[in-house]
């Protein structure tokens, strides 16, 4: 049964967009397209080698049928692409394809190509429009909604970026069916996060209906796509470059991103290292005193039931410490901390010793 359409408005001021939530839309973006810009003009589509063969086709099918001209570009799969070489290439394509500054580069895919075309949309003529239709969970509940573009460095994630909020996000849940099973569980990760740090009910709401996530039930996966995304625009409103309350949203990243980085990401998918952070960040909460006994287990046991990976790797750790000495969020010299009180209840420390962080890695040796 196909489920009703959803929207929501993320109040920027100018830069304002609608977040636009319908099983079965994606053959509607073109009429989307052409209301907003007013008329149909010149397109550029960023895709992956994965997602292209599924979608792209309909997706150019539906512009052109409006009237849009419409060139694409084909990225590499995985986060191991997002990288300065591929974000050239396509900013070539960008050159090629001739856009002028109000016609729109086109995010089809998960949270690396609407990275990367995000952050190549900020720079190409300073500024061009940057549609969202996000393929993933993770992209769907998170990545897609904000505004946040990046490329990664060998030196950490996301490294080289740059704010700038797209004009529209289009999601279609219905493309989901698509996913491998790995990638929903990828995704639901940053799910489970909205509960942790701001939303108890809905931690609870998400564990009674994971088996319904997992099997990617049509309106249960809808209400949590609205319900996360809505999380996502509140503390972005309220916070939109990261001065203080959206680092909330960066709970076991901070771990989660150096796991990425020391493993030179190929072995973890994002929302998995996620999960790996987010039970660090755990521990280290109960460890410092600022939570009660349990409150590990209680997220881990629901990272488990979203069948997330829930061993922590072992690494030295000096390597740690380096490897989190290069998140991006970090304050002077000072690493950030996003820590937990209790579920739905999250803070920024920034006065996290490196000691305490030995202690940490070594309860995990």
Known sequence: MKTLAQSYRVDLGSRSYDIHIESG??????ERLTSLFGTASRCLIVSNDVVAPLYLQQVQAALSAAGWSVATHILPDGEKNKNMQQWSLMMDALMAAKLSRNEPIIALGGGVVGDMTGFAASCYRRGIPFIQIPTTVLAQVDSSVGGKTAINHPHGKNMIGAFYQPKLVWIDPQVLN???????RAGLAEVIKYGLIRD?????WLNDNITSLLALDETIISQTILRSCAHKAEVVMADETEQGQRALLNLGHTFGHAIESMTHYTTYLHGEAVSLGTIMAARLSVQLGFA?????????QSLQAAELPTEIPAFSTDAWLDAMGHDKKNVGSKIRYILLRDVGDAFIAEDVKDDDIRTL???FL
Do not use: D, H, M, W
């Not at 839309?25 to 073109?30: F, N, R, Y």
């Not at 698509?178 to 929903?184: F, G, I, Q, S």
């Not at 009660?292 to 881990?300: P, T």
């Open 200 to 204: 108890a009910n809905y931690f609870t």
């Open 25 to 30: 839309c994606l053959p509607q973006i073109g």
């Open 292 to 300: 009660a006994q349990g409150l590990e287990e209680k997220v881990k």
């Open 178 to 184: 698509t996913l491998a099973p790995r990638e929903v």
């Open 361 to 363: 890695i070594a309860s």
